[in-house]
């Protein structure tokens, strides 16, 4: 099923942490390709410590044939192995954040797992890598596509394209 995943990064070489946790991610067990990739996005930090620097975000798509509970499990080893920390306050600057966003046409919503993801039609920085990819998409539980819902979110700030290819 065709599977997506937001990454972001303020910290460090933030392509490099991008790209490392993109390498990971494909190298997955039960990802098969093809895999797409946005481009990568700089943002303003949402909802941040004071002072916290830019983010890059991008998303990745790829078709995954397992349980996305175990998914979301492996994608927590990944941010680990990347430097993030598991018992770090809520929104705080880091180097690495990978989030699920979808899983084919699943819904799921328990204590351990949210899908599609429960904000991201409301983020500017997760709709604008996502409409490079997958424009006229229909999210689980949404009526309008990706594009639709980007161009009428208010979200504030810029998201502006710093690479195509990574």
């Not at 392509?15 to 993109?22: F, Q």
């Not at 991610?25 to 990568?40: C, H, K, W, Y």
Request: glycine share 6%; charged share 30%.
């Amino acid at each position: 099923m065709k599977t997506a995943v937001a990454l972001g990064s303020n910290l460090g070489d933030r392509v490099e942490n991008l790209r490392a946790a993109r390498r990971q991610i494909i190298e997955l067990a039960d990802v098969r390709p093809p895999v797409f990739s946005s481009g990568i996005y700089e943002t303003e930090p949402v909802d941040c410590e004071p002072g916290a620097s830019k983010f890059l975000n991008a998303i990745i798509e790829f078709d995954f044939e397992g349980d996305p509970v175990q998914l979301l499990e492996q994608l927590v080893r990944i941010e680990e192995s990347l430097g993030r920390k598991r018992d770090h306050p809520k929104n705080v600057s880091r180097r690495i954040d990978i989030d699920l966003l979808y899983c084919g046409d699943q819904q799921i919503d328990n204590e351990r797992l949210q899908l599609p993801h429960p904000q991201m039609h409301l983020r500017k920085f997760v709709l604008q890598p996502l409409a490079d990819i997958r424009s006229e998409l229909v999210l689980p539980g949404q009526t309008r596509t990706v594009r639709e819902m980007l161009a009428e979110l208010k979200e504030p700030g810029e998201v502006v394209r710093v690479a195509n290819n990574w």
